[in-house]
């Protein structure tokens, strides 16, 4: 019982790659960035022997089938694993509209 009082809830691996997207990069990254951003803050403990197979099946199974509408990631197109949040494409996108119209 005492195990269980300490033990703290555990990040997921989407909400540790969220919390890379949104603080630690101004740009698109790759899963090997992304984890290596979580391994060196802590952001989540690691356990097993995959820890970067982990990572990328959650993220790829986020960007493909039903999950689309739901997923806060976003893969651009046309590159090989880059990933994003959507907020930050939706922001991005906003900017160019504002910039096109006062230019």
Known sequence: MKDKQKRKKERTWAE???MVLENFSDA???PKQILHVIQTKG?????GTAPLACLVTMLHSQVRGDRVKNSIFFKLPGRMSLFTLKV??????NSLIRHSFVA
């Open 88 to 93: 930050i494409i939706h922001t991005f996108e």
């Open 28 to 30: 698109p990254m790759t």
């Open 43 to 47: 952001l989540k403990e690691m356990r």
């Open 16 to 18: 540790a790659a969220r």
